[in-house]
């Protein structure tokens, strides 16, 4: 059902589209976009739904409208009647949408994801140095698939990571320096148990050369793309207003993220914003969906819906080392029309 809405948004035959999910990165967008497109079908949102169209035939680059797309299928999943698209004004700024709940009250959104950032662009072209040095490194001999962690970019860690991938084989699969490095035989171990929670994690996948690293990503990065929503007073004033955050790209975005939020919230710019919704759209390998997430209220501000709260797992059920919680509305892809 996900593959058939999507190709139905793109106006492209259902086997091309079902062909193409082999890909990891293809899989992720596509199932990802098709959830959110099913889940929200019976909702008004047409400016969201075409603007996420021109993004994916390649009309338009700006990702944030399967933000916001996927934004309303949680709001939906936590019980919101359907999510109100927000007229646009060129005059002044408004959120996203109006979201009313079965409990009376009503609540503004606006949704936002990382956009470009010079610290965590300079992350990404290190990690890319390490994927291409152990390209070079294995040209020629024995091909298998690698994953690789590592907590910083130095030299050092570069070459040990090298020298590691050298070694690997049947009688040593696994080869790591604890809170510097890990390097195993696979593409899709989980983290190290040594890697921090609170360190975010970004993955990079080079398809060809099967090589999937992990590698922190500054925090930073991330937190300014939802304190510039706070500080651009997108909300009327007239009901309670939240920013919802994509962390899509970080594999533990939402427990990184946390604390950086909390601390945030004591500043000038925030008194105004009652409420910050951290949200993941993920998929694991046995074809599940569901959302990674948490709710986190300004104390300092208004009160926000119960409907917000009630499904929130409790502090025991995050998941270790990588700080996610388990699936909620979890759901099995259907790959058949």
């Not at 696979?186 to 590698?215: D, F, N, Q």
């Amino acid at each position: 059902m996900c593959i058939s809405e999507f190709a139905s948004l793109i106006s492209a035959p259902f086997s091309d589209v079902a062909a193409s999910v082999s890909e990891p990165l293809e899989r992720e967008a596509v199932l990802g976009t098709g959830y959110a497109l099913v889940a929200t079908r019976h909702c008004d949102l047409t400016r969201t739904r075409e603007r996420v169209r021109r993004c994916a035939i390649g009309e338009a680059v700006d990702p944030s409208p399967l933000s916001e797309l996927q934004a309303a299928a949680r709001l939906l999943d936590l019980g919101a009647e359907c999510p109100e698209e927000v007229p646009e004004d060129a005059n002044e700024r408004t959120p996203d949408f109006l979201v009313r709940w079965a409990s009376g009250a009503t609540t503004e959104v606006e949704v936002t994801r990382k956009r470009r950032h010079r610290e965590a662009e300079i992350a990404d072209a290190h990690a890319l140095e390490i994927v291409q040095t152990l390209v070079a490194a294995r040209e020629g001999k024995l091909f298998v698939p690698l994953s690789v962690y590592v907590t910083s970019f130095d030299a050092d860690v570069r070459e040990e990571v090298v020298e590691a991938a050298e070694r690997l084989g049947a009688q040593h699969p696994h080869v790591e320096a604890p809170h510097r490095w890990s390097i195993a035989i696979g593409t899709e171990p989980e983290p190290p148990s040594w890697w921090k929670g609170e360190v975010p994690l970004k993955h990079m996948h080079s398809a060809s050369a099967a090589i999937r690293l992990g590698y922190p990503s500054p925090a930073r990065a991330y937190l300014r793309a939802i304190a510039r929503k706070a500080k651009g007073h997108q909300e009327s004033g007239e009901h309670p207003f939240v920013i919802a955050h994509d962390c899509h790209e970080l594999t533990n975005g939402v427990f990184a993220l946390r604390r950086p939020v909390i601390e945030a919230m004591g500043g000038d710019d925030w008194q105004h914003v009652d409420g910050v919704l951290l949200f993941r759209l993920t998929i694991d390998h046995d074809g599940l969906i569901g959302w990674i997430w948490d709710i986190i209220p300004n104390p300092n501000a208004h009160q926000l819906p119960p409907e917000l709260f009630e499904q929130r797992p409790p502090e025991a059920t995050w998941l270790r080392p990588i700080g996610q919680y388990h699936f909620s509305h979890q759901r099995r892809i259907r790959l058949d029309p």
